[in-house]
């Protein structure tokens, strides 16, 4: 059985244990986050399928499946890739489809076409129309390789206000964007999420979940191809056995509340995206106003990071949404924005695998 000291000498040596895993992982990450090339000269199914795959998801785990008929692309919900303890009621899994079929919609252009949303039903998930287009705008395209859920500090400096009254109308009126940016509200939220923080890190079920979807090195994540690699939270990276235990020493109550609190204080502010409508679509809604504004940051030089944990959590969602004052309205996603670094990135899988006949 290992011990505490055994777990911290081998945190010590991960980077060189992780050393043969790294080439593996560089050239995945190197063909992910890219926008790709047209397979010729007709509609880039398989290019858009792939800036897809770059969406924000729940867990990363890309609980989608999508299906090409001509100049349509359908999302279809993957259940087989739910978080039933995080995520009871599939917000996210809905959410999640609806950052992909936005990220769908913001790439169209920078291939030539646009597109919108034809039809959506939570059994069969949405169905999205392309048309050709003279003078595409794709604006927000180059940010798509570039977006992610960077969740290390930032430098604590405030957004610009010409960036943030741009943010706030990323819901483009069929979500609210709330955007919180002055110290002492930021504080009061900061209670919200270290409350939902608390309720699962003290939850067995929810930490086996968590546990099970981290990808530990890169040879696990370069492999799987899924899931919350490591590093990317700025965490070592540890063979999975060794990795799974420092999990276990490391993921307390107490570490995790110095982190947000931490987090939290290195923030320009924070957004939350409440939709019109507590279901399916409505939360399809919520991760497509998330992708516009987290693209918008991203141009503007902002880092953005889910703190869904106040949402997560039932009990702790109402006293937020009143705190939030959303007028009855569920609030959706919570996400952190600011200035800062970037860290290594999760991975996707590739086109093949995310494809239905």
Sequence with gaps: ???????????????????????AYRDAVTATWRLIDPDGPGFPARALVHAATLAANSHNTQPWR?????????????????????????HHLFASLGCAAE????????????GQIESFDARRGARLIFERVARPEAALAPAIPRRASTRGEYDGQPAPVAVLRALERAGQG????VLVTDRRRLEQATEFIVRGNTAQVQSPAFRRELKAWIRFDGAEAAR????????????????????????DLAFTEKGETKKIVSQMRSSAGLAVFSAATNDPRGWLEAGRAYTRFALM???AGLRTAFLN????????RGPFAAWLGTSGRRPDLVVRFGQGPGLPRSLRRPVRDVLSA
């Excluded at 059985?1 to 080439?23: F, K, Q, Y």
């Excluded at 919609?105 to 076409?113: D, I, K, R, S």
């Design 309 to 316: 944990q106040p949402v997560e959590d039932a009990p702790t």
């Design 66 to 90: 999508f299906v090409v008929a001509g100049q349509t692309i359908g999302i279809q919900p993957d259940y087989a890739r739910r978080t039933p303890v995080v995520d009871p009621d599939d």
């Design 103 to 114: 990220t769908l919609l913001q790439a169209a252009p920078h291939y030539g076409w646009q």
């Design 224 to 247: 799987r191809r899924d899931g919350l690699y490591a590093a990317s939270s700025g965490n070592p990276t540890l063979p999975r056995a060794l990795g799974a235990l420092a999990f």
């Design 174 to 177: 069929t979500v609210d964007t």
């Design 1 to 23: 059985m290992l011990s505490r000291r055994t777990v911290a000498l081998g945190l010590a040596a991960a980077p060189l244990a992780a050393c043969g895993s790294n080439e």
């Design 297 to 299: 940051a991203e141009i």
